[in-house]
């Protein structure tokens, strides 16, 4: 989290301004396009240098089709991205390459999203093999071994397979993956939703000291209001594509003043392992 000095507001790594997602419904014949469904209607925040900015809503609220506009992978059908004061809502694949240097994700399901044939080295290493020129080869393993080391996993275990590694421990290769080309933002999408409850504290201690090392700003997704609570400066509530309230983490907890948050807080039971003194 980050605790700024008073002054200027430092310009925001990421600036999203009226975004609206809508995906085509296409007929069965000839995919004529018949429809749409409106994901995101008009969404508009800023993720500043070391912040984190939660968003948070329930399943279908438009979370992970923000995510993947921001990072490309759905169009902006109106709207703008600008990442570090580059608008990239209209970029080409070459130019989001580029980008996606910057920016990385952590899924959901960390096993899903590793290649079970590739060893958790060569995994990390992948990022540097498509994105030439960022570490000479020579450097590749010793670079992995510290990543692993950096996310708690043991560098020794750097020849294993993903199979061969926990939940918890998967993700953290997902983690040590994203931070291998020095990203500032790192897009957190249900990151630690699979985990068990103590694990997933863990993970979000890991992912706080990391922001504090690596200077990253988060934008953090989850319908989860405890997790959100724990990593988040600001919150965003969506509600069917659309932000119902935006604010410091505490005040939206403290004092709700939408009743779709309001409905949101009571509906969860809080728990919050990490507030737990160790035994
Ligand atoms: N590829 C797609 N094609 C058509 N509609 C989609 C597609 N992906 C998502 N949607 C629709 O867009 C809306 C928002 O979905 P989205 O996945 O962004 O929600 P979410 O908040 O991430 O939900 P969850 O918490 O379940 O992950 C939903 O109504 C969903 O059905
Ligand atoms: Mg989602």
Redesign the pocket.
Known sequence: MTDRPAGPAPSPVLRVQHLRVA?P?RSSVMLRRVGE?V??SDVTFDVGPGETVGLV??????????A?AVIGL?AATAGSIEFEGRDITRYGPQQLKAVRRDMQMVFQDPYASLNPRLTVRDQIAECWRVHRGQLPRAHWTDEAKQLMERVGLNPDYSDRYPHQFSGGQRQRICIARALALRPKLIIC??AVSALDVSVQAQVLNLLADLQDEFGLSYLF?S?DLSVIEHLSDRVLV?NK?EVVEEGAVRQIFADPRDAYTRALLAAVPVVRPWLESPT
């Open positions: 995906y419904i469904i994901a995101v809503g329930e399943s279908g609220s438009g979370k992970s089709t923000i993947r759905v999408d249900e997704i319908h969506l594509g």
